[in-house]
């Protein structure tokens, strides 16, 4: 009797020749490469060191594109946003110790946002491994303790033949929702030493899926037939899981009006009858949820941003659909249902029952409204004005990635993202200088349209040095810099606070001539002409950098009330 487990595929006659007779002069880095070829990756990011070199002279002889950044923070950073873009896990190679550890920020900020990286470093030699002191360039201890805490899987390579299955299940992890960053570590002399294994072809690594249990999806559906008042969170589980259409489908099934959190933003339609848009930060929005009597809270952890600080207290029951265990009722009890979004949407499509409520579009109305009030009230005119200039200004279709910056925050809650996967930030990890170098990654991934970095001049100072990989691979990338002399958010929170700021004010290049310097086209804009200046900058192919000296605040908080 023949089982399916004990199916073998035999390889062809000339598969056998060229597996006993592989091609000479092949290393441990041509099986990095080999493997990630196998594996479907055609672009890798990163930064050659010392102990790397031998992966780093196997992608001469590989079909990979690389892009080089000048910072392995920066490196990590465009991985990232290859990933959320693609949804592929981008390859990042790195070097020993400095160059591993520098990446960490962007590490971080990839486990919080859920993004596909696939680090792969370098190590000492092995007979070096251990936890001695050999006295190594790049020595430390433990390499890979750094890493634990920060990404979601550690792989060890120790020989050869261990690279390829070790590079492949790093893979399937980082592509197993929840998505996140993942670390692969192999050291010089096994990256450097001729091998006789044959080439790599093709490693088997598909993401396990995430399916919810239908026990969970029963009892969701009959709590959200039967309500009175729904209502639905939308994180960015729902972008991620491609899910925004089962989204519109079951808010309209249900009659229930959609917020999106800051990460979830396209994921519902803006202008919708029933959305509230991502005003988040807004107590307004915060009474509206807390009344909801069932409130479905798809692929979000409702953390810090979208739970108003902790100020959320809901009345009524939550049915919490995360990828992410760890999150499932991490803040609130919960009906928690484990899975991907777009499977769990597609489970409650098909048994959840159809409910009119003519009033939900009204109550949406009303509440917005009210939001809209209070913003006017504070005569943030300039602010607005900044941002709808930036919105005109933007394709639909042309991706956009925001730096820890005023304008960003204002974007987090006002920008019309439009489309699902188009507007980015490192909100999840919260770091400075992710803006530029990301949007590097998001155009490497996709030539085809423009795509918007935003940042402050403080947060630029952290990426100024990608303005030469940007012009060296002529990346179509906008750099909207907001001048305003300082470290404008924090200024503000400790002008609140303690009456006066410190540490917050910044000497800082003239930005225009610095990016001439690198061959990069500069223009100085104003609130007025932003508009025309962002749009012929994005209009026109290559990198570029729009300036906009200006002080813009942020709207007042109503966590603190």
Do not use: C
């Not at 006659?13 to 990095?32: F, I, K």
């Not at 933003?265 to 803006?270: L, T, V």
């Not at 009890?333 to 009204?362: M, N, Q």
């Not at 104003?526 to 026109?540: Q, S």
């Amino acid at each position: 009797m023949t089982h399916d487990h004990d199916l073998v595929l035999r390889p062809t006659a000339a598969q056998t020749e060229a597996a006993l007779n592989p091609p000479p002069g092949r290393t441990g880095g041509d099986l990095v490469v080999e493997t990630l070829q196998g594996l479907g990756a055609t672009t890798v990011f990163g930064l050659p060191g010392q102990h790397a070199l031998g992966v780093f002279d196997a992608l001469r002889r590989s079909s990979l594109d690389y892009i080089g950044l000048r910072v392995e923070n920066n490196a990590g950073f465009a991985a990232d946003a290859y990933g959320r873009i693609t949804g592929e896990a981008a390859p990042l190679l790195l070097s020993t110790g400095p160059g591993a550890l520098t990446s960490l920020a962007a590490l971080q900020e990839a486990a919080a946002a859920s993004a596909p990286v696939l680090a792969i470093s370098s190590q000492v030699p092995t007979a070096a491994l251990g936890g001695g002191r050999h006295g190594y360039l790049h020595e430390l201890a433990d390499q890979q303790a750094s890493f634990k805490g920060v990404v979601k899987s550690v792989h060890s390579v120790r020989t050869q033949s261990q690279i390829p299955s070790a590079i492949a299940a790093a893979w399937q992890s980082a592509l197993t929702v929840p998505h996140g960053p993942v670390w692969v570590e192999i050291p010089q002399d096994v990256l450097l030493a001729e091998t006789i294994l044959p080439v790599v072809t093709a490693p088997d690594a598909t993401p396990d899926e995430v399916a919810p249990r239908p026990e969970l999806t029963a009892v969701a559906a009959a709590l959200l037939s039967g309500a009175q008042r729904p209502a639905i969170i939308a994180g960015g589980g729902v972008v991620r899981a491609d899910a925004a259409g089962k989204l519109r489908a079951l808010a309209g099934k249900l009659d229930a009006p959609v917020v999106t959190t800051f990460g979830g933003k396209g994921a519902f339609p803006w202008e919708h009858p029933l959305s509230l848009q991502s005003w988040l930060e807004d107590r307004h929005i915060t009474d509206f949820l807390e009344d909801a009597d069932v409130l479905l809270v798809v692929g979000s952890g409702l953390g810090e941003l979208s739970s108003n600080y902790h100020t959320f207290k809901p009345r009524g029951r939550i049915i919490q659909i995360e990828a992410d265990l760890g999150k499932l009722e991490s803040n609130h009890p919960a009906l928690g249902i484990h899975a991907d979004a777009r499977l769990a949407l597609s489970a409650l499509l098909e048994t959840v029952e159809e409910r009119t409520d003519p009033a939900a579009a009204g109550r949406v109305r009303a509440v917005l409204a009210l939001v809209r009030e209070r913003i006017a009230a504070q005569e943030l005119t300039l602010e607005q004005d900044v941002l709808a200039a930036v919105r005109r200004a933007l394709p639909d279709d042309a991706p956009s990635f925001w730096d820890m910056t005023i304008l960003a925050y204002w974007a987090w809650s006002a920008f019309d993202a439009r489309r699902p996967n188009t507007m980015h930030s490192a909100q999840g990890a919260g770091g400075l200088g992710y803006g530029f170098p990301a949007a590097l990654g998001a155009a490497a991934a996709d030539r085809t349209r423009p795509v918007l970095a935003v940042s402050g001049d403080g947060g630029a100072l952290y990426s100024i040095a990608e303005l030469a990989t940007a012009r060296q691979y002529d990346l179509d990338v906008t750099w909207l810099i907001v001048d305003d002399g300082g470290y404008g958010i924090l200024r503000e929170y400790m002008t609140d606070a303690f009456g006066q700021a410190t540490a917050t004010e910044l000497a800082r290049p003239d930005f225009v001539a610095l990016a001439e310097s690198f061959g990069v086209p500069g223009v100085r804009t104003t609130p007025g002409t932003l508009e025309a200046d962002l749009a012929k900058a994005l209009a026109t192919p290559g990198p570029s950098v729009v300036l906009l000296p200006a002080v813009l605040r942020m709207f007042a908080p109503t966590h603190l009330a």
